[in-house]
């Protein structure tokens, strides 16, 4: 498959190009969150609300995004988290990494409610 250059290694040729990007996508989005905390101390965590503790779960090599739309505060909150649950029961996801993955389908309205928490107010997803 030509244009796969960046491609993770342990992603098999057969993935749709859809779901690379995803992944990609989700990689992305939990680097720069990481990147955002890493060794600064808990006070200046520039507004992120999850506590280190959520931050420490490493990333699976196979993690995969959930394959819902995006949250932007205009639809049911409980039909968006519904889905959520309902996508990741497969991917046993971590608590840290279940209240990452969370956070990238998010948008708009979600976002900027989400960037107004407190820092280190979310301790696990049952609190998210």
Same mark, same amino acid.
């Given at each position: 498959?030509?244009g796969?250059?960046?491609?993770?290694p342990?992603?098999?040729?057969e993935? +749709?190009p859809?779901? !690379?990007a #995803? /992944? $990609?996508?989700?990689?992305?989005?939990? &680097?720069?969150?990481r990147?955002?905390i890493?060794?600064?101390?808990e006070?200046?965590?520039k507004?992120l609300?999850f506590?280190?503790?959520?931050?420490?779960?490493?990333?699976?090599?196979?993690?995969?995004t959930?394959?819902?739309?995006e949250?932007?505060g205009?639809?049911? +909150?409980?039909?968006? !988290?519904? #889905? /959520? $649950?309902?996508a990741t029961?497969?991917h &046993?996801?971590?608590d840290?990494?279940e209240?990452?993955?969370f956070l990238?389908?998010?948008?708009?309205?979600?976002?900027?409610?989400f960037?107004q928490?407190?820092?280190?107010?979310?301790?696990?997803?049952q609190?998210f």
């Amino acid at each position: 498959m030509a244009g796969r250059q960046g491609a993770p290694p342990f992603i098999p040729q057969e993935v +749709p190009p859809q779901w !690379l990007a #995803r /992944f $990609e996508h989700l990689q992305k989005s939990l &680097q720069d969150v990481r990147y955002q905390i890493e060794g600064a101390p808990e006070e200046e965590r520039k507004g992120l609300p999850f506590t280190e503790a959520v931050m420490a779960d490493e990333l699976p090599m196979n993690c995969r995004t959930p394959a819902i739309t995006e949250y932007d505060g205009t639809t049911d +909150p409980i039909e968006h !988290l519904s #889905r /959520f $649950e309902n996508a990741t029961l497969l991917h &046993q996801y971590t608590d840290g990494i279940e209240c990452c993955v969370f956070l990238t389908t998010f948008a708009w309205a979600a976002q900027q409610w989400f960037n107004q928490l407190p820092v280190g107010a979310i301790e696990s997803f049952q609190e998210f």
